[in-house]
């Protein structure tokens, strides 16, 4: 035996004849997060239609699904052909379970017919498919304003009938924008910065600068979890570790005191560019927030972007920190983030940080540290976790 879910698509069905390519991308994203278990997935216009072994317990096809850039909902269905007494007995099937089990409260029903050749209205099926409920929980009563339960019939190419719909991340299937490199470290906003460049369709790995033994084994650990809890969203990554500790203290040893963040900043996205290129991605990502600490001002978003040919993402830039908090417990990051275990950005930043600098001027005291050696050093050493769609 089968379960099947009927899926719903949102900007995907607005993507004109390249409707096809996020489709099957979307499907490949569902398929991999099922692997192991017996699946078939059908479409038709702006829906889904996954078909998967009743040995598939209910909670692994909910965390594929909700955890799928693509999806705007789901529910899990019942399907009969398109004659009355065939849908009649689906109806029976919907709500002998789920919500209606219990037959208390009020309830509606909502029927739209895709397929217009079918002989009832969706107003006559809808009285019709009340009938059903009736019989099957006489107590129920109507109210179409604000009812307590629904029972929904789509007609297509079947009849497809279901009780709830849960609600899906939207967005774009991951792969369909290109490939990025997500600049992870173990605070709040790197995460976020990530769920949210997947949400439009960005592949991605993840770059952490480590900086033992000045940043703990449990920093690495930290960042370690992170990348395994956005790997769901992120349908599975790759955590490269660059160790940075040689080049900070060069940094330290030779920048001006009160520039030696943003000097961090600039050999961390020159790394990043090259190791980004190295690996075919197309763009660096960053949780960088507009004005939110001192080196993400204007200027100094500026100077450390000019160190990277590749374009600069930032998701976050112009969201508040409580926004980005909220989404990190939206996405289950936030305990983790907050985590007393401080990263090498944090450790060495100055009391006085530079905050509008010159970009000219600037330029030449990175180039006078002679840090070039210390990024090669770091790019040939670097570690790679795994991390799959299930995380």
């Known amino acids: 035996m089968n379960t099947l879910y009927v ?74 052909p398109k004659e009355l007494k065939a849908i009649h007995e689906a109806a029976r099937e919907a709500i002998g379970e789920g919500p209606f089990a219990e037959g208390k409260g009020s309830f509606k029903v909502i029927s739209r017919r895709a397929d217009k050749s079918f002989p009832l209205t969706s107003y006559q099926l809808d009285v019709e498919l009340a009938k059903t409920v009736h019989e099957v929980h006489p107590d129920l009563t109507v109210d179409v304003k604000n009812p307590d339960l629904i029972l929904y019939c789509e007609i297509r190419d079947k009849a497809y009938l279901y009780t709830t719909q849960k609600k899906g991340l939207g967005g774009l299937p991951v792969g369909s924008a290109g490939a990025g490199m997500l600049l992870l470290s173990g605070g709040l906003d790197s995460p976020v910065a990530g769920f949210l460049a997947a949400k439009r369709g960005v592949k991605m790995d993840c770059l952490y600068f480590h900086a033992y033994p000045y940043t703990s084994d449990e920093a690495l650990e930290k960042v370690k979890t992170l990348a395994s809890l956005i790997a769901p969203y992120l349908q599975g990554t790759r955590l490269w570790v660059a160790h940075f500790t040689e080049a900070q203290l ?41 004005s939110q600490v001192a080196s993400q001002t204007l200027e100094g978003l500026s ?33 983790t983030s907050i985590l ?20 000219v001027v600037a330029t030449e005291h990175y180039n006078a540290m002679w840090i070039e050696p210390f990024i090669e050093e770091a790019l040939s050493n670097l570690e790679v976790f795994h991390f799959d769609e299930r995380g």
């Not at 961090?264 to 996205?269: H, L, N, P, Q, T």
């Not at 006085?352 to 970009?359: A, F, M, Q, V, Y």
């Open 250 to 290: 060069q940094i330290k040893r030779t920048a001006p005191e009160n520039e030696t963040t943003l000097m961090f900043r600039a050999a961390m996205m020159t790394l990043a560019n090259r190791h980004s290129e190295r690996t075919g991605s197309q763009c660096i990502i960053t949780g960088e927030a507009l």
């Open 340 to 359: 007393p275990y401080e990263d090498c950005c944090v450790l060495f930043s100055p009391k006085h940080p530079l905050t509008r600098p010159d970009k």
């Open 7 to 80: 899926i719903r698509l949102g900007e995907i069905a607005l993507k004109g004849l390249n409707r096809p390519m996020f489709e099957n991308m979307l499907r490949r994203n569902i398929k991999a997060k099922l692997k192991g278990y017996r699946n078939t997935i059908t479409k038709q216009k702006g829906r889904l239609f996954l078909q998967i072994g009743d040995d598939c317990p209910r909670e692994v096809v909910d965390t594929a699904l909700s955890t799928t850039f693509g999806i705007v909902g789901y529910s899990r269905s019942f399907s009969a």
């Open 303 to 335: 100077f450390s972007d000019s160190f990277s040919e590749q374009l600069v993402l930032r998701p976050l830039i112009g969201m508040d920190k409580q926004e980005i908090m909220d989404l990190a417990r939206k996405i289950g990051t936030y305990e």
